[in-house]
């Protein structure tokens, strides 16, 4: 398996950051772009950080876009798997 595919299967749906202005730990989607700090209102640019690539984003959308999924449809559905599970 090539290099890319274990990455994009390792690929976090969510990740947790750190507010670069106050120190907020912020989650976003893995699919997300940008995320506003909800504390600080800091927005923060989220992709291409954390040793994961842009392009690895870049092939996601594209398979998405080729599945006829949208990343809004996908971003709810984790969003309620992830509400499922805490409960
Ligand atoms: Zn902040």
Not at 17 to 46: M, Q, R, W
Not at 49 to 72: K, N, R, Y
Request: with cysteine; hydrophobic share 35%.
């Amino acid at each position: 398996m090539s290099d890319e595919l274990e990455e994009i299967k390792s690929l976090s749906r969510f990740r947790i950051f750190a507010c670069s202005e106050c120190d907020e730990p912020i989650e976003v989607h893995a699919l997300e772009i940008y995320a506003k700090c909800p504390n600080c209102g800091t927005k923060h640019k989220c992709r291409a950080f954390g040793g994961i690539g842009a392009e690895i984003h870049d092939h996601i959308d594209a398979a998405l876009e080729w599945a006829g999924i949208s990343q809004e449809e996908l971003k709810e559905r984790h969003q309620r798997e992830r509400d499922a599970a805490s409960d």
